[in-house]
């Protein structure tokens, strides 16, 4: 992508097809941070081909620049997996896209978005750090020795108040579809 083009035309989407998902294998399976982690071409596939988990990719003129993976459930649900950006694609912000892209899907469910960085990735923690995370915790050695993964958070607020907050934005809706006292749900 030539200097000077800018990515007002990033194109998220989920990801549709097994070549999209082989293409995240590979570029995950060739680059940093996952070299490092020893993470193979079969184990990202694998990961990739997983539908517990929401994936998206991201194109620049039709061309896949990068990926994005959210899982919406356990223990840190809201929890931004995988976010990659093809090399030839990096310092043009679409990263940040994509995290802003994550944070568009989960806040109006969850009141937290995590994300781990691995201790010797940066450029990444210093983006996600810009962008509004705070470190919560190290896991030492969690998964080669030597290396911490940081988990990262943003919040709107604790889980307790978001649950009452979206309690109080449901309206009731009497039999027959029309909200109690009002007009008729579009």
């Known amino acids: 992508m030539p200097a000077g083009n800018g990515i007002d035309a990033l194109d998220v989407r989920a990801l549709a097809t097994e070549e999209e998902a082989q293409w995240c294998a590979r570029l995950m399976s060739t680059n940093k941070p996952w070299t490092t982690l020893g993470r193979g071409y079969e184990e990202a596939l694998e990961r990739m081909r997983d539908s517990s988990r929401e994936r998206y990719v991201a194109r620049v003129g039709g061309a896949l620049a990068g990926f994005l993976v959210l899982n919406l459930r356990g223990a840190f649900v ?25 944070e568009r899907r989960i806040f109006p469910e969850f009141p937290n978005v995590f994300i ?46 978001f649950r009452k907050e979206a309690a109080d934005r449901t309206v009731p809706v009497a039999a027959g579809g029309r909200e109690i006292g009002g007009e008729t749900p579009r």
């Open 116 to 161: 781990c960085v691995s201790s010797f990735n940066y450029q990444a923690r210093k983006l996600y750090e810009q962008l509004g995370y705070k470190m919560v915790g190290a896991l030492m050695d969690y998964i080669v020795r030597g290396h911490s993964e940081l988990l990262l958070r943003k919040t709107t607020g604790p889980f307790a108040e």
């Open 78 to 102: 809201g929890y931004i997996q995988t976010v990659c950006v093809a090399p030839e694609y990096r310092d043009r912000g679409i990263g940040t896209k994509l995290i802003e892209f994550a």
